[in-house]
Structure formats: structure tokens, C-alpha cells
């Protein structure tokens, strides 16, 4: 018999339902919310509140473009951290009632194992093209910055991490700072491509191993910013693309120079990206330009699943699910990754 397995995403402000049959993907609804944009990042308590109003339409949609009865599934995952615990709450009480009311078991997930998986996720019509075990991963969001080895489905290691802010962080923080609005990857992202990313240096941190720091780069652009508004108020309206271009370039230099460095030390050549960040065109340029020069094979996910979706977490919870995880229904969720 087919195993169904539901999955459900609540961590950030995204409401997302999935359902997978036996690995292949039948359906991916996201709700985004638009409410946090006036504010210029997530509010949490209107992310649960919207995660409230979201759960269910998203869940039946969900249901209904699979075309799947609550009755054929076989296990429902949900991510349980890390996120904001009011969201993680909302998709986390659901899945476990849900999965009381059907008699069917709940998996957890964790979030970040999710997008290590996005490349698993198979799509009928297309080409299945997944690394082969082990490989690292680029983990970038607005909550991660990490170089991960992946052994196997379950199995993996943190090789590197930043110790302050994330890329995405800096990408959001530096947008709002620079006036151009939210979410700042994707502006920055676009704004870049019309301009000279060798026209402004900013200064790179140097850090020991495999970790990263992007707040000095934020601090950075700040007094560089501050400095040449003083002179000419009219700067940054002028030459906002080849700012862009210039501070992204300086990010995905910092995030190439250490994954180079992480695939010699050990030898890996499958090389992934996933997170948010992962949906910037320089980095994904870059990483298939490192690619050819380095003789990796490198995967870039849909965009579709490099932001938050329950696609990713239906796909790991089903490797958990395969390997016999229930989950109890008295878990609660975490917010850190360190809880996990
Ligand atoms: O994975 P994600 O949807 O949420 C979590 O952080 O969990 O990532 C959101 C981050 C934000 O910081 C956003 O600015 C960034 O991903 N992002 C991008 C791009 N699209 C989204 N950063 C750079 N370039 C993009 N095209």
C-alpha cells in the first residue's frame, strides 16, 4: 500500500501544506502573509494569528489538489522547530489533532533537515536529479547560515555556521537600511543585477574554519552609506544598483569562499544550496560557475522550494516515517535549533 504522508509548515510566516505518495509530490500550497510588509519584517504574534486563519483552507486545498481523503493518509509531518513558537504552535497542535482525530501517527520534522531534503522532493514529468550521499549543502535563510554534511537521509553533520547574523539577515537588514524595502534579498537581488558588483568594496570578516559572521558587513555598509550621504545626498538614489551589486557580491564571496574550503577538506563533490538566500541568481550563478571550474555536481532546487513549504518537511518526514520515528502527541515545539 501507498504511504500518503501530510505534510504541514507553520515556522516562520508562511502557512504550507503538502502531500506526498511515496515520495512523489502530489500537491504544495503556501500561504504567504503580506501583513508583516508595513512593518518591515515578521511580526510574530500576526504570524500566528494569520497561521490561525490560514491552517485550515491551506490544509484542505492541499487535500483536494492531491486529490486525497483526510482517510488515506497515512502519517502526517510537521515541523516542530526552529521558528517562531507561536507559528510553530499553531502547525504543531494541528498536525497532532489531526493525527489523533484520523488515528494515524504524526513525525516531526525539523525544519532546517527539511530544506537539506528539498532536492528529494520527486515531481511527476520531471527528471528525478538528486546528490548522491555524502553531500554539503549551503543552508542560507533569514534564520541560518550553515555548511552541512548530509550522510545520508537522517543523517548529518554542521560543519560550519555563522556565530551572529544570518545572510538573509543581512540581505533584510541592509534593504531596510538602505531604504529599499521587504523583504530585502529579492530587491537587492534584482537592483544587482543592473549594476557593477566590482564598483564598491565592503570589508570581509576573517573567521576561523568553516563559520561565518555577517554583521561587520552590515556595520559596514552602514558608515560607508552614512559617509558618502554626507557628501552627496542624492548618492544612494544614484547609485543604488551598483550598491546592490557591489554588497551582494561581497555576501556571496564570503558564502563561496567557505564552502570551497569545506568541499577540499573533505573531499566532496555533490554540492546543494537550500534556504531562501538559495533563490539569489548571483549565488546560484556563482555556485554552478565554482561548480564547472571544480569538477562538482551541483543541484540547485526549484524556487518554489527554496523558501519555506511543507513540500520539504513532508519529504523528510517521510524518511522518518520510513525508518519506523513516531512521534508522541505530548511534544511540544522548539524555537532553537539547540532545543531540537
Ligand atoms: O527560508 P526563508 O523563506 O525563511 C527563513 O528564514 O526560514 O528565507 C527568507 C530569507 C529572507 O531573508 C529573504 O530576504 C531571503 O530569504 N531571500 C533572498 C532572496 N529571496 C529570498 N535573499 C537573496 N536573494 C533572493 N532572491
Redesign the pocket.
Known amino acids: 500500500m501507498a504511504d500518503i504522508i501530510l505534510g504541514i509548515e507553520s ?2 510566516d ?1 502557512t504550507s501544506a503538502a502531500v506526498i505518495r511515496d515520495g512523489w509530490l502530489l500537491s504544495n500550497v503556501i500561504a504567504s502573509q503580506e501583513v508583516h510588509r508595513a512593518y518591515g519584517g515578521v511580526v510574530p504574534e500576526l504570524a500566528s494569528r494569520a497561521h490561525e486563519l490560514n491552517i485550515v483552507p491551506v490544509v484542505s486545498e492541499a487535500l483536494s489538489r492531491a486529490c486525497v481523503k483526510p482517510s488515506d493518509l497515512t502519517a502526517i509531518a510537521f515541523t516542530r522547530g526552529p ?1 517562531l513558537l507561536g507559528s510553530l504552535l499553531v502547525g504543531t497542535s494541528f498536525a497532532k489533532a489531526l493525527g489523533l482525530s484520523l488515528d494515524i501517527p504524526v513525525v516531526m520534522v525539523n ?1 532546517l533537515q527539511g ?1 537539506l531534503m528539498a532536492d528529494f522532493i520527486r515531481q511527476e514529468g520531471k527528471p528525478v536529479n538528486e546528490p548522491g550521499f555524502p553531500f554539503l549543502c549551503l543552508l ?5 547560515s550553515q555548511i552541512v554534511k548530509v550522510d545520508a537521509p537522517l543523517s548529518y553533520t554542521i560543519l560550519g555556521q555563522t556565530i551572529d547574523d ?4 543581512a ?2 537588514k541592509c ?1 531596510k537600511m538602505m531604504g529599499l524595502g ?5 530587491v ?2 534584482r537592483l544587482a543585477k543592473l549594476g557593477d558588483p566590482g564598483r564598491f568594496k565592503f570589508a570581509k570578516p576573517h573567521i576561523s574554519g568553516l563559520d561565518y559572521s555577517f554583521s561587520g558587513i552590515k556595520t559596514s555598509l552602514l558608515y560607508f552609506v552614512r559617509d558618502e550621504m554626507a557628501r552627496d545626498p542624492q548618492f544612494m538614489e544614484n547609485n543604488k544598483e551598483d550598491i546592490c551589486a557591489s554588497f ?1 557580491k561581497t555576501l556571496i564571496d564570503i558564502l563561496m569562499d567557505k564552502l570551497i574550503k569545506a568541499a577540499k577538506q573533505t573531499g566532496i563533490k555533490d554540492i546543494t544550496i537550500g ?3 538559495s ?5 546560484r550563478e556563482r555556485l554552478v560557475a565554482e561548480g564547472n571550474k571544480r569538477g562538482w555536481r551541483t543541484f540547485l532546487p526549484e524556487f518554489k522550494f ?3 513549504n511543507a513540500a520539504m518537511i513532508a519529504i523528510a518526514g517521510y524518511y522518518h516515517y520510513l525508518a519506523g520515528e513516531r512521534t508522541p502527541l505530548d511534544v511540544a515545539p522548539v524555537s532553537r535549533l539547540a532545543d531540537f
Open positions: 515556522s516562520c508562511d521558528g525544519h530544506h542560507v535563510s533569514g534564520g541560518n544570518a545572510v538573509g539577515e540581505f533584510d534593504s521587504y523583504p530585502g534579498g529579492p537587492i537581488d551582494q534556504g531562501g538566500v533563490a539569489n541568481s548571483g549565488l527554496t523558501t519555506d
